[in-house]
C-alpha cells in the first residue's frame, strides 16, 4: 500500500511537470498541441506495465523537436497539416523499425555510442531549440529559417518583440530559472508555478479577444492566436497518418532519424535512471525498446508525437520517491483526466510561457558546463562533441551523428596504427576463487565493447565479488568504455569492479575517464 501511494504521489507531481512540456514540445514539433499529451497518456497508461524500465517516463521530448519539425515542414511542403498528416506515417514506419531492432535484441547497441557524440548532438538540438523558441517567446510570429540564420536574427526579434508578450515570456524565464533556489518551496515544480502566474495575466491582458494596443509609441496586437488551441474533445483530436509519399526520399530521411535518434536517446535515458534507481535494478533494454515501439506505433496512428524514455521526468520521478511503473501509469491517468475535466483552462496558456520552458530545456541541453566538460575530459573528446556539434547545426542530425562517428573511428585508427583491430574482440577471461580476470589484448573501444559487455553479463552471478580488467596488453583505452563499465559496475550487488595497469597507460587528461594509450 505504502508503494502504491508513492508511486501516486511521483505520478501526479510527473503529470504537473509534463502537462505544459508536452504541450509546448508538440507546439515546437509542428504538431497540434493535443499530440504531446496523447502521446503521454498512452505513454503512461499503455507502457507502464509491459516495459523493461520501471521507473521511467514515456513520453514526448524536446530531442526529437527537430526531427518532428523537419519532417512537417519538408512533407508538407508549405502545408502545416499535410506534413503533420504525413509525419505521422513517418512515425508509423520508424516505429516498426524500433520493434524490429527489438525484436533481433538491437537494444545493446546504445551502449556502444560515444559519449562526446551524443552530448554534441544534444547541445545542437539545445541550440536549434532556443534559435525556434525565442521569436515565441517575444511574440513575433512567423518567424523562420535556418537555426544559423535564427541565431543571428535574435536581437531584431528583441527590436520587434510584442511588449505584453515578451514580458510573459521573460518572466517564465526568470521563474524557471530561479524560483527552484528558494528553499522552503523548491519542491513545486516551476512549471508549474509559470503556469499559476502567467495564465491570470494572458486573461486580465484579454488575449482571448483580438485587439491591438499601443505601448512607447508602437502598435502591437494581442488574440487567442497566442494561446494555446485545442479540439473540443480528445475524441476529436484523433487523426490518421497520409501514407502518400512514404517511399520518397525526404520520408526515408526522417524515417531512419526518428528510429535511430529515438532508439539512441531512449536507451541512454534507461541506462541513466537505472544508474539513480535507488534498488539498482537492471533494465532489458531490448524489452524496452519494443514497449517504445509499440507506443510509438499506437501514438502515430491516432496522431500523437513520438515518444521516448524521458529523462528529466524521469529523473523528477525517482527523486519523488517511484517504486514501480505505476508512478508512469498514474502520470498518463491524471494527463488523461485533466485534459477531460479542464479543456478549457489549457486553452488560456500563453505559448510564450510554453516556449520559455523550452528555451530553458535548450539552455540546459547547450550549457556551456557541457563545452568545459568536455574539455576537461579531454581535448580528444571536445573535437568529437564540438565538430558533433556544428555538424549537426550546418546540417542536420543524421549527418552531424554520422560525421561524429566516422571522426571517432579516424582517431582510434590513426592511435592505434590499424582500424581492423578496432572491431574484433580483444578480451579473454578467468575465474579465480571469487574473482573474474579479464584480460584485454589491443585496443578497447566502443566499436568491439560489446564482446566485453556480453562477457561480463555471463560470467559475473552472485558469487563474483571482484571483477579485475587486466589493461597491461592493451593499446588503448576509451572514454566511453570507461564510462559504460562504470555504469555495469554500479547495477552489481556485492561486486566491485577494478581496472588493473590503468596506470601503465597515458591518459589524455587529468579526468578519470579520459581515453588512455598505451606508452
Known sequence: MKQKLNDLTSGFLVFLIALPLCLGISIASGFPPIAGILTAIIGGLLTSHIGGSPLT????AAGLIVIALGAVQELGMGDPMLGYHRALAVGVIAAAIQICFALIKAGRFAAIMPTAVVHGM???IGVIIIAKQTPIVLGVLGAHGEPLEMLAEIPAFFIDANPEVAAIGLLSILILLFFGKIPKIKKIPAPLVVLIVTVPIAYFMDFGNTH?????????TLGPDLLVSLPGNL?????RPDFSVITSGTSIKYIIMFALVGIVESLLSVIAVDGMDPEKRSSDLDKDLLVTGIGNLVCSCVGGLPMISEIVRSKANVDAGAKSGWSNFFHGGFLLLFVVVFPGLLQMIPLAALAAMLVVTGARLAHPKEFAHMWHVGRDQFILFFVTFISTLATDLLAGVGIGLVLKVIMHAA???TLAGLFRSSVSSQK???SLEVMVNGPLSFTNFLSLKSLLAQSVDDSTQVVRIVLAQATLLDHTVQERLESIANEW???????????VMTPSSNHPHAFRKSR
Open 235 to 239: 475524441l476529436d483530436a484523433i487523426t
Open 493 to 503: 550487488h556485492g561486486t566491485t569492479l577494478e581496472l588493473v595497469n590503468l596506470d
Open 122 to 124: 544534444l547541445a545542437a
Open 212 to 220: 491591438v494596443y499601443s505601448f512607447s509609441g508602437g502598435s502591437y
Open 415 to 417: 592511435r592505434s596504427h
Open 432 to 434: 579465480v576463487g571469487n
Open 57 to 60: 517516463i514515456k513520453g514526448p
